[in-house]
């Protein structure tokens, strides 16, 4: 009886982590399929980077990394068959965390790490981060994306 009270006891806290932590998971995998898409296709690094944060991530781990994968997917399809809609509705699964200024910090740093994941970040992925920041109220200085940076790279007179 011991031992069945015990297994009840560690499935219930399971579920409450997974009911507590679905909306960071969400948040995440909308933040990732955002800059994974940016460019108009995913790469096996992006995924492979996506695998690794979900296998890593504490606050993940009572999540199966298949259903965290398969998320991942589906958002990363509904951006890429239409943008503009699969967009918003991504930017919609963010809501839920703005102000919540750590963990939007830290969806911030996983962009970050997607976005490196073929070895350096493309332009269009460092706009696609600093819009993320617009939206979860952060400041994209804070994670060394400048905007005049951004201009500088885009080359002389392109960002006028």
């Known amino acids: 009886m011991a031992g069945f ?5 560690e ?5 409450m ?3 507590q932590n679905l909306p960071f998971l969400k948040g995440v995998m909308a933040a990732c399929a955002m800059i994974a898409t ?9 995924r492979v980077r996506v695998d690794q944060i979900v296998e890593t991530l504490e606050s993940l781990k009572a999540f199966d990394p ?4 398969d998320l991942f997917r589906d958002y990363c399809e509904t951006v890429l068959k239409n943008p503009r809609e699969g967009h918003e509705e991504l930017v919609g699964e963010l809501e839920i965390l703005k102000g919540e200024t750590e963990t939007a910090e830290m969806i911030i ?15 269009i992925d460092q706009i696609e981060i600093v819009s993320l920041c617009s939206h979860l109220e952060l ?3 804070h994670f060394g994306l400048y905007r005049d940076k951004l201009i500088e790279e885009l080359g002389p007179n392109k960002g006028a």
Do not use: M
């Open 5 to 9: 009270l015990a297994a009840l006891k």
């Open 11 to 15: 499935n219930y806290q399971t579920q």
């Open 17 to 19: 982590e997974r009911h």
């Open 38 to 46: 940016a460019d108009g296709r995913v790469t096996f690094s992006e």
């Open 66 to 69: 298949v259903e965290a994968a």
């Open 109 to 123: 740093r996983i962009c970050l790490a997607v976005s490196e994941a073929g070895g350096e970040t493309s332009l």
């Open 139 to 141: 400041d994209p200085a």
